[in-house]
């Protein structure tokens, strides 16, 4: 069912962190969200891929702090719920639940770069077509769940992420219940979105279903529509197209035994697509403008620089010294960086890859550049003791006195994993620039930093 959507996304703006933290094998530098429960981190494994760590709050501050775990958690039951729940589904359009740490209560999901619908509406309505193509597949996913008797039971537009793609995907399941259960469990919802039982301490599957109708609504029009719970009255704000405004309807009954149930919804809300599709056609679709007024053209232009930059990081990453080569050559900047501020020469010290760091000096990478961390290179091949991707470094400029966010400098590093052929290496330099006076930045080599 999973399918991109034209809208324009807007991607999250990770913050950085104020301390790193080591959670199941992965480095967590930003922070991308914090709810009531649990907090949200942006992480990298080793090979530098990028995954979503979920950790309850005290957990999270616990290790702000340096304490690995805290003595006693209040969470273990909600977290563990979770995990069972994200075990028993498995949908293209459910964010993809990668593990789980069980000492540190830590759970591992994809990362979705797209941010979230949120973020879309943000910037106003959204196209018809694409409104329903979101609806269908965030229908097909609750339909997913409805059938493993699980009821999400906190749909909005927060909890709809999507990829790079532009793939919707739902996300948090913390509130998610199985059905069974509800009235032991109690209910998690946010205002707005929360039906009028789930209001009331009693969630069932067709809350859901209100909350599809909400989110459709707001999507269409730019707001939730008028409940009036006393009257039993919703008044919403009708699109013109009568099909679709039928639909929001029968979703936002206020009595839930007339609500439209999620099969009938996900069918309808299909039909409409379908329909859709066979009325715009391939031709008209790729004339159509997005949201932020460019043309298919400029927006695949757009597409394909954001993909060569992507290309470089993986490549300077794994030391693919010949496709770094052939991004040189087409252009692409040597300086972009990732989330977490990283160049492609960050990756590539850090990785030991001599070679792309040297194709990389050669057109102009700057050596010198600093990560959110205020780490450069240098940071990293003095840290992991790579004494000629230093050397290299130096020649091209690399100021061996920088100091990180912590204050600490490459020899720093050198010195506390035991580098010594390394710290040797910078104290000399160090020693050098002392007697003579401050590094004069001179361009070392034709086509190399200044």
Not at 5 to 22: D, E, G, Q
Not at 119 to 139: D, F, H, R, T, W
Not at 298 to 308: D, K
Not at 427 to 448: D, F, I, M, W
Request: proline content about 5%; hydrophobic content about 35%; overall charge negative.
């Amino acid at each position: 069912m999973a399918f991109p959507v034209n809208v324009a996304l807007k991607p999250a703006k990770p913050a950085s962190l104020p301390r790193r933290l080591n959670v199941a094998s992965l480095e967590c530098r930003s922070l991308l969200g914090e709810g009531g429960f649990a907090v949200a981190m942006l992480c990298a494994d080793d090979y530098g891929a990028s995954h979503v760590v979920k950790l309850p709050r005290e957990v999270y501050f616990a290790m702000l702090n340096g304490i690995e775990r805290p003595t006693i958690l209040t969470n273990t039951d909600i977290v563990n719920r979770e995990v069972e729940v994200l075990r028993r589904i498995d949908h293209p359009n459910i964010v993809k639940f990668e593990g789980f740490d069980k000492y540190q209560l830590a759970l591992i999901f994809e990362y979705c770069e797209g941010g979230s619908l949120r973020g879309i509406l943000e910037g106003g309505p959204v196209p018809v077509k694409e409104a329903v193509g979101i609806a269908l597949q965030v229908s097909d996913v609750v339909n997913h769940l409805h059938g493993r008797d699980i009821v999400h039971g906190d749909l909005k537009p927060e909890n709809v992420l999507f990829t790079r793609d532009s793939i919707p995907k739902v996300s948090d399941f913390n509130t998610a219940r199985f059905a069974s259960t509800l009235s032991r469990t109690g209910p998690g919802y946010t205002p707005g979105y929360a039906a009028p039982e789930q209001l009331m301490g009693n969630p069932t599957k067709a809350s859901d279903t209100w909350a599809i109708g909400m989110i459709m609504h707001e999507m269409l029009t730019g707001k939730l529509p008028e409940v009036d719970f006393e009257r039993g009255m919703v008044k919403i704000t009708r699109t013109g197209n009568e099909p679709i405004d039928n639909v929001i309807e029968e979703a936002l009954r206020v009595k839930q035994g007339e609500r439209i149930s999620i099969r009938e919804l996900r069918s309808k809300i299909e039909e409409i697509y379908n329909r859709w599709e066979s009325l715009t056609g391939k031709t008209a679709r790729s004339l159509k403008k997005t949201e932020v007024g460019e043309t298919k053209k400029e927006n695949e232009a757009r597409t394909t620089n954001q993909e060569l930059n992507r290309q470089l990081i993986e490549a300077a990453r794994y030391g693919n010294a010949e496709k770094v080569w052939e991004l040189m050559e087409m252009e692409v900047s040597p300086n972009i960086k990732d989330d977490y501020g990283l160049s492609p020469l960050h990756h590539a010290a850090m990785h030991g890859e001599f070679d792309t760091v040297e194709i990389l000096l050669e057109y102009s990478a700057d050596v010198n550049a600093r990560d959110n961390y205020g780490e450069t290179p240098l940071h990293y091949a003095a840290m992991n003791g790579d004494l000629d991707t230093v050397k290299l470094l130096i020649k091209y400029g690399a100021d061996p006195n920088t100091k990180n966010n912590d204050g600490k400098t490459p020899l720093d590093y050198a010195e506390k994993n035991g580098h010594y052929d390394v710290v040797k290496e910078l104290k000399q330099k160090v020693k050098k620039e002392t007697e003579t006076g401050s590094p004069k930045n001179l361009r070392q080599k034709a086509g190399g930093n200044t």
